[in-house]
């Protein structure tokens, strides 16, 4: 059976079967390599019906059962994991900065990705038009068709313009952009907070064994993910930026949520922007005047191409955001004591502002597990 047929089965079944195959496909999804006693128990079944049911899976082809496990004193355990080739899903980033578009297979192996840099004002609506053909052609440089994904996780993380009310807007346009997608390709398609996803994905890849997983990411707004395990929570909808207002300054800069010093104005992207900005007004030398013409024409991009020529004012800027940023983790250290800690940060200058980072945190934090990528 095609895996659309098989997808389409679990997701309308109500037969018992069905639901059962289901339930120990989504363990072996995210849990994989497991052995059968695991799986069994995990599901709540016994051994005799689990088996059955994972010999039906390894006739469809979403799971194989090719590695060994460690013995304990007898033979070695069959480890049951998802079949990687079975089929492919697809991620997109709508963003405001670089928008992305990422091909995996059910191991979560990156097997293409593609970035689209934001030309300026456009809305989500056309950002998502432009990702959803650059991600037919992606599929057909990989002799795949939309038939061969399993589906389409969609990250809505683009900025809106300050003042506006991101529910009301997400309250229109979350599903305006799950129907253009889903219209576009005939998949599945989730949308959602992308800082969630990422979370999730870093989860599984490097913290199974954590009990809880602080996340962060820093571009044009600063958002964060906590996830309790066993089974996977999510801290409660709404909640993933907040941590970008994490007052560090009483008396500090002005916030567009009312507050005075929130880690929005001295560690984002839209933060470095304005610090940039207004030295230049006060006078002090920069490449970014060879660069551009007017300040209005000063962007990420702008900033990120002055950085890479040894801009001193650009560099210290991104310094700073660093400084505060790692002022703001080490804070929630402190309230939160989270067992790991992942981080996605101003992906195209890590090597200036971890170092930076690394030394503030390290101060202050107790020994955890950490881990920082691009």
């Known amino acids: 059976m095609a895996l659309s047929g098989i997808l389409s089965e679990f997701r309308s079944s109500k037969n018992s079967k069905t639901r059962k195959l289901k339930a120990l496909w989504q363990i072996i999804l995210n849990d994989g ?20 049911l994972l010999d039906e899976l390894i006739r469809l082809g979403l799971i194989s059962a090719d590695e060994l496990g460690q013995s304990t004193g007898g033979r070695k355990p069959i480890l049951y994991s998802a079949n990687p080739d079975k089929g492919r899903l697809a991620g997109i980033e709508i963003s405001n900065i670089y928008s992305t578009i990422v091909l995996q ?8 990705t593609c970035k689209i840099k934001a030309t300026g004002q456009e809305t989500p609506q056309v950002l998502l038009d432009k990702l959803l053909t650059r991600l037919q052609t992606l599929l057909e440089e990989h002799n ?27 309250e229109y346009l979350i599903p305006h952009l799950k129907e253009m997608a889903e219209t576009r390709t005939g998949c ?24 809880r997983l602080f996340f962060t990411t820093c571009d044009a707004e600063i958002r964060s993910s906590t996830i309790l395990s066993e089974p996977i929570r999510f801290m409660p909808s ?11 300054d009483l008396r500090g800069r002005a916030c567009e949520c009312g507050a005075f010093g929130c880690l929005n104005q001295y560690g984002s992207m839209e933060a470095i922007r304005n610090t940039v900005v ?9 490449v970014i005047t060879t660069l551009v013409s007017d300040e209005r024409e000063i962007d990420y991009h702008v900033i990120f191409k002055a950085i890479e ?17 790692g002022q703001a983790i080490a804070i929630s250290f402190s309230l939160f004591s989270p067992m790991s800690w992942s981080a996605a940060e101003h992906s195209r200058q890590n090597t200036r502002f971890l170092p930076r980072f690394r030394k503030r945190w390290r101060k202050n934090s107790p020994d955890f597990r950490k881990s920082i990528h691009r």
């Open 188 to 211: 599945p398609v989730t949308i959602g907070s992308g800082v969630n996803f990422a979370a999730l994905a870093e989860y599984r890849l490097r913290h199974k064994q954590s009990r």
């Open 144 to 170: 795949l068709t939309t038939a061969d994904l399993a589906g389409i996780g969609i990250a809505a993380d683009y900025t809106l313009p300050a003042g506006s009310d991101r529910q009301a807007v997400n």
């Open 278 to 286: 207004q030295h230049l007004r006060r006078g002090k030398p920069s």
């Open 105 to 112: 297979n059910f191991r979560l192996d990156v097997l293409a």
């Open 33 to 52: 390599p497991v052995r059968a006693d695991t799986l069994s128990e995990k599901a709540n079944m016994n051994a005799a019906t689990c088996a059955r």
């Open 238 to 248: 709404g909640t993933e930026n907040a941590f970008g207002h994490m007052t560090l």
């Open 309 to 325: 020529l040894a801009d001193p004012l650009c560099t210290e800027a991104l310094e700073e955001a660093a400084y505060y940023y």
